[in-house]
C-alpha cells in the first residue's frame, strides 16, 4: 500500500517547463539624411506646383464653361443634319434664306425677329439660334453651305462663318 499511497503523491505535483523565448529589438533612431532630403523635396514640389495648378483650373474654367460657341456650333450641326440627310431632294438658297426639301417635308431657316428659326412644312418656329442680327447662306460646291452670321456675344456683335 506503500507503493499506492507514493503513486497517488506524485500525481499532485506538476512538473514546471521552461520555454525559450528570444526577443528581437530592432534598433531605428529616425529618419536619415536621404529619407529627410527626399520628403523635402517633394514637399517643396508639390508646393511650387499647386499654384500652376489653380492658375491653370481658372483658365479652363474661363476657356469651356463660359464658352458662348457651343451653342452656334449645336446651330451649325442641326443645319448639317438636316441638309446632309440621304432624302434631300432640293435645296434653294437665297441670301437669308435656306430651303430644304426632303420625301415629304420642307425645312427652313431664315431670320426673324433677330432669332434664326427653323419652320417645318411652313408651319411653327423653332429658334435655332437667338440674338442673330444678319445671316446669308451661300452655296459652297454640290452639298455644302456657307452661312455667315451676325451674332451678339456678350456686348459685341461678332460675325462668324460655318461652312456645313
Known amino acids: ?3 499506492m499511497s507514493l503513486i497517488t503523491h ?3 505535483f506538476v512538473l514546471r517547463t521552461y520555454k525559450t523565448t528570444k526577443h528581437i529589438v530592432i534598433n531605428q533612431h529616425g529618419f536619415t ?3 529627410s532630403l527626399l520628403s523635402l523635396y517633394i514637399q517643396l514640389l508639390i ?22 460657341t457651343y451653342i452656334q456650333e449645336l446651330m451649325a450641326k442641326e443645319i448639317g443634319s438636316t441638309l446632309h ?6 435645296v434653294n438658297v437665297t441670301n437669308h434664306y435656306l430651303e430644304i426639301r426632303q420625301n415629304n417635308a420642307v425645312y427652313t431657316y431664315r431670320l ?16 435655332v439660334l437667338n440674338q442673330v442680327r444678319n445671316v446669308n447662306f451661300t ?6 453651305i456657307k452661312i455667315d452670321i451676325l451674332v451678339k456675344v456678350g456686348d459685341k456683335w461678332i460675325e462668324k462663318s460655318f461652312i456645313v
Open 112 to 127: 426673324r425677329n433677330l432669332k434664326l428659326i427653323k419652320q417645318v412644312n411652313y408651319k411653327g418656329n423653332i429658334t
Open 1 to 3: 500500500m506503500i507503493v
Open 33 to 35: 539624411m536621404i529619407e
Open 47 to 68: 508646393l511650387l506646383l499647386l499654384p500652376i495648378l489653380i492658375l491653370s483650373l481658372t483658365n479652363f474654367r474661363h476657356a469651356f464653361l463660359e464658352d458662348q
Open 85 to 90: 440627310d440621304s432624302r434631300v431632294r432640293n
Open 139 to 144: 452655296k459652297v460646291g454640290r452639298k455644302n
Open 10 to 12: 506524485i500525481k499532485t
